[in-house]
C-alpha cells in the first residue's frame, strides 16, 4: 500500500518536504515564471503591476482594460524605449511575432502594442498569434479558472471579436490558435 506514508492512505504524509524536494519547490514559489529557466534580458520583461495575482486591480478580464493600459504616456514610453534597444541592435530587422491572448485583457495590450509596431515600422511584417484557452464539455477551462457564469462567457466573446478585429486590422496576418475548434467559445 503506502510504505512510505502515514498509513492512512497519504503516500508523502510520513516526510512532508519530500514532494517539495524532489519536485524543486521552494516556498517563494507562487507563479509558473519561478520555474523559468532561460534568462531573459531584463529590457525584454516588462511587468504591468496593477495586474500581478496579489495587484490592486484584479484580473485583466476585458478588451478596454488592456488597451487603456498603453495609453498612459508613461507606460508607452517604457515599452517603446525597450522596443528601440532590441531595434538598434539587429542588422537586418524583418518584422516581429506577437503572441497574446484573446479571450481576456490581454487582447486589448496586444491590439495597442500591434498599432504601435504598425506605426513605428509600417514596412515590416508583423505575425500575430492569437491564443485562446481550451474549454472542456462542462464549460470549466482545463485545470485553471472555475466554470464560466453569463458575464464571464460575454466578456469572453467580446474580447475574442474585437481582438480578432483590432489585431487583424494592425498585422500582416493573424493566426488565431486553439486546441479546441471554437476558439474556445461555446
Same mark, same amino acid.
Given at each position: 500500500?503506502? #510504505?512510505?506514508?502515514?498509513?492512512?492512505?497519504?503516500?508523502?504524509?510520513? $516526510? %512532508?518536504?519530500?514532494?517539495? /524536494? $524532489?519536485?524543486?519547490?521552494?516556498?517563494?514559489? $507562487?507563479?509558473?515564471?519561478?520555474?523559468?529557466?532561460?534568462?531573459?534580458? %531584463?529590457?525584454?520583461? +516588462?511587468?504591468? =503591476? @496593477?495586474?500581478?495575482?496579489?495587484?490592486?486591480?484584479?484580473?485583466?478580464?476585458?478588451?478596454? @482594460?488592456?488597451?487603456?493600459?498603453?495609453?498612459?504616456?508613461?507606460?508607452?514610453?517604457?515599452?517603446?524605449? =525597450? &522596443?528601440?534597444?532590441?531595434?538598434?541592435?539587429?542588422? +537586418?530587422? @524583418?518584422?516581429?511575432?506577437? &503572441?497574446?491572448?484573446?479571450?481576456?485583457?490581454?487582447?486589448?495590450? *496586444?491590439?495597442?502594442?500591434?498599432? &504601435?509596431? =504598425?506605426?513605428?515600422?509600417?514596412?515590416?511584417?508583423?505575425?500575430?498569434? /492569437?491564443?485562446?484557452?481550451?474549454?472542456? !464539455?462542462?464549460?470549466?477551462?482545463? /485545470?485553471?479558472? %472555475?466554470? @464560466?457564469?453569463?458575464?464571464?462567457?460575454? +466578456? $469572453?466573446?467580446?474580447? !475574442? #471579436?474585437? *481582438?480578432?478585429?483590432?489585431?487583424?486590422?494592425?498585422?500582416?496576418?493573424?493566426?488565431?490558435?486553439?486546441?479546441?475548434?471554437?476558439?474556445?467559445i461555446k
Amino acid at each position: 500500500g503506502d #510504505a512510505a506514508g502515514d498509513g492512512k492512505g497519504n503516500p508523502g504524509a510520513a $516526510r %512532508p518536504g519530500l514532494c517539495a /524536494g $524532489r519536485c524543486g519547490l521552494a516556498p517563494s514559489v $507562487r507563479l509558473w515564471s519561478d520555474y523559468l529557466n532561460v534568462h531573459l534580458h %531584463p529590457k525584454s520583461v +516588462y511587468v504591468i =503591476r @496593477q495586474y500581478l495575482h496579489d495587484g490592486d486591480c484584479g484580473c485583466l478580464e476585458a478588451f478596454g @482594460q488592456g488597451e487603456s493600459l498603453l495609453q498612459d504616456p508613461a507606460c508607452l514610453e517604457e515599452l517603446e524605449d =525597450r &522596443l528601440h534597444f532590441y531595434v538598434e541592435e539587429c542588422d +537586418y530587422l @524583418q518584422g516581429f511575432q506577437v &503572441l497574446c491572448d484573446l479571450h481576456n485583457g490581454f487582447s486589448g495590450v *496586444g491590439a495597442k502594442v500591434t498599432e &504601435l509596431l =504598425r506605426d513605428e515600422y509600417s514596412q515590416k511584417g508583423i505575425l500575430t498569434w /492569437g491564443l485562446t484557452p481550451v474549454l472542456s !464539455t462542462v464549460g470549466v477551462m482545463v /485545470g485553471f479558472f %472555475p466554470p @464560466q457564469d453569463s458575464q464571464n462567457s460575454f +466578456y $469572453r466573446l467580446m474580447n !475574442t #471579436a474585437l *481582438g480578432i478585429a483590432h489585431l487583424a486590422r494592425h498585422s500582416s496576418l493573424l493566426c488565431p490558435m486553439s486546441l479546441s475548434g471554437s476558439l474556445g467559445i461555446k
